[in-house]
């Protein structure tokens, strides 16, 4: 029972330390979100102490029901969402979720072993069976909804950018649906960095292969393409290409402005600019 405590542990380390990763490299920045990711994390760190140190059955069936309730809230965000934000599916989340499964699985079983040591009266022959077929349940569902990296999807029609009006910032650049796009400086030039978990924060602009105008009323810039993969371009302004962010609250949001992550900074588009560049859209002083 004591090797699984251990085993146990170490997997409610390991997806507290994912979603650590996570809320380093973008999620802090999103409301609600990102504190929760903060929560899970001190959480799982806390428990994976405890399973070590205490080894109480409940302390076990606590650490098992966190790993189960994880993964419960990563499947719902992906499938309708949690407080405003969708998650797409990441390898990142794919991780996570297999973690999670194993946690559960494992501190289930040590759970039981510590009851039957124990000499509860409860009958516990069936948790082990029970933790297994959850897990196998749970795995299918997984492998579902997030068994691969994001997908870009094939070609599709192109979404219009506009010039649109943010409160405080001015004039940018969004789509036709208002949504605010972004650049991020390291991609200067067209170069591609922001990829698997930081599509689930900032979702590409894309556009279906073939031809798309290079100048359109109201943009002093110049629009183009990227390539992201077969049949997948992306839409890019002088050169940079261009994100909405999954944090922004509505349309005509502007809660991207200045993020660093990624290797860069996310900043709006101004529509004035003559070139993107890394001079942001400030607030009037």
Do not use: N
């Amino acid at each position: 029972m004591w090797l699984l405590a251990v085993a146990g542990a170490g997997l409610l380390l390991g997806t507290g330390a994912i979603h650590l990763d996570l809320y380093l490299t973008g999620y802090s920045s999103v409301a609600t979100i990102g504190p929760l990711f903060l929560a899970q994390v001190a959480a799982a760190f806390l428990l994976a102490l405890a399973v070590v140190v205490v080894r109480h059955p409940l302390v076990l069936a606590a650490g098992a029901l966190f790993a189960l309730a994880t993964l419960a809230g990563y499947l719902v965000s992906v499938a309708i969402g949690l407080f405003g934000f969708r998650e797409v599916r990441t390898t990142a989340g794919v991780v996570a979720g297999v973690v999670e499964i194993a946690a559960f699985v494992v501190l289930s079983l040590a759970g039981a072993i510590a009851l039957d040591t124990a000499r509860r009266s409860i009958a516990v022959r069936g948790v082990p069976p029970l933790a297994l077929a959850s897990a196998i349940a749970l795995a299918l569902v997984l492998a579902g909804s997030s068994a691969a990296p994001v997908q870009l999807g094939r070609a599709r029609a192109v979404e219009p950018v506009v010039a649109m009006t943010v409160p405080r910032y001015g004039v940018v650049l969004g789509t036709s649906h208002h949504a605010s796009l972004y650049l991020l400086t390291a991609e200067r030039g067209g170069k591609i960095v922001c990829t698997g978990g930081c599509l689930a924060l900032w979702p590409p602009l894309l556009a279906g292969a073939g031809s798309l105008a290079r100048r359109i009323p109201g943009l002093a810039g110049r629009l183009g393409l990227v390539r992201r993969g077969p049949h997948v371009e992306q839409v890019t302004y002088d050169g940079y290409p261009l994100y909405s962010y999954a944090g922004d609250p509505g349309p005509r949001a502007s809660a991207g402005e200045g993020i660093v992550s990624f290797g860069g900074t996310w900043y709006l588009v101004r529509a004035s600019a003559t070139t993107a560049s890394a001079a942001a859209v400030t607030a009037p002083s």
